[in-house]
């Protein structure tokens, strides 16, 4: 048996108190039985999901409770936060229930990002109510209602305080980084984005939280909340697709593998195998689009959304008629290696 996930954070409070933020170092997945029974004595866990603040002084009996059970990695992460006097939490959750704090919230989303979990696998439900807005600086996360003050402070010792973003997420290199990515600005990638090996993000790429790519892509578009981008699909620069956040939009909008999104394009409908849509044109589920055979003759004129998940399909604009047109797709999309090289 195992619990759903585990997590020692590390992280940042508000002078009220409030958490800001967490960090995770190590989350788990599937943590055993035996870690959670050997630290349940330590922490007071009784079961259930539940979010526990630590004391300094209780992380050397988890070090040895963690050492008992052979979970090095957790053991060498007490050892280093050992003396700290940031505040300290234990995350553990049983089930995949609806989070009921800001910790579970920031456990789920490092789960994401650490590539623990695939986007739409965790129940985020009622996130937002839980995750404070956040002034992110070169101090770290200040609550926003502090943030003045602390900035007169440091001019005060002759020092501009940066202030980066005002958000509930951060970005999301500064709690992980996984293995085989290129990132140009990582101000443009939030935490709870899943970002796959081979990905390339270009500076203006963006990827949001509970999104993100399944393997090589090389992203210069907006990849927003919800959307998921499969292997060897490429993004063009400029391009964007519909999140299930944009207009009460509650389609999951997908690129299939072996995509191409031209430059300033967009999607607003889940995208099969193997499919291009060209430059500059903006495809919706409500679109209508003019069907086209072999010998690019019109057969019918039907919704886009009719065509959902097909593959094959190229989808391009006729530049004398302004017609949407979609015929079978005949040219392979196959990646620049070297663009997508990452040693």
């Not at 979990?117 to 956040?134: E, I, Q, R, Y």
């Not at 019109?298 to 886009?304: F, L, N, R, Y």
């Amino acid at each position: 048996m195992s619990n759903f996930a585990f997590g020692l954070g590390v992280g940042t409070r508000s002078a009220a108190g409030q958490w800001l933020e967490v960090y995770y170092h190590a989350p788990l997945m599937n943590a055993p039985d035996t870690l959670i029974q050997a630290i349940a004595p330590i922490v007071g866990y009784d079961g259930g999901n539940q979010t526990i603040e630590l004391a300094e002084d209780q992380l050397k009996a988890l070090e040895v409770a963690f050492l008992s059970v052979e979970a090095e990695d957790q053991a060498e992460l007490t050892e280093i936060l050992e003396g700290t006097p940031q505040p300290l939490v234990i995350c553990i959750l049983e089930q995949d229930a609806q989070p009921e704090s800001t910790a579970e919230v920031y456990l789920k989303l490092s789960l994401l990002s650490h590539r623990l979990a695939k986007p739409h696998s965790l129940n985020l439900n009622g996130m937002f109510g839980l995750l404070p807005n956040v002034a992110w600086t070169s101090e770290g996360a200040i609550a926003v209602n502090e943030l003045a003050k602390r900035q007169l402070s440091a001019r005060a010792q002759g020092r501009i305080l940066e202030v980066f973003s005002v958000d509930k997420f951060p970005k999301m290199a500064n709690y992980a980084v996984p293995e085989g990515i290129r990132i140009g600005d990582a101000s443009r990638i939030r935490l709870g984005a899943y970002v796959g090996e081979g990905t390339t993000v270009m500076h203006e790429g963006f990827i949001n939280f509970n999104a993100g790519t399944m393997g090589v892509s090389m992203v210069e578009g907006r990849i927003s909340a919800g959307v998921v981008v499969g292997n060897g699909s490429d993004l063009g620069g400029g391009c964007s697709t519909m999140g299930t956040l944009s207009g009460g939009n509650n389609v999951v909008i997908s690129v299939g593998e072996n995509c191409l999104i031209g430059a300033n394009a967009g999607l607003g409908l889940p995208l099969g195998d193997r499919c291009t849509i060209e430059a500059g044109l903006y495809v919706t589920g409500s679109s209508k689009v003019t069907l086209l055979d072999e010998n690019n003759q019109a057969v019918a004129t039907v919704k886009a959304a009719e065509l959902a998940g097909k593959p094959d399909l190229l989808f391009r604009r006729n530049s004398q008629t302004g017609q949407i047109e979609v015929k079978t797709n005949q040219s392979a999309i196959e990646l620049n290696a070297e663009l997508h090289k990452h040693n």
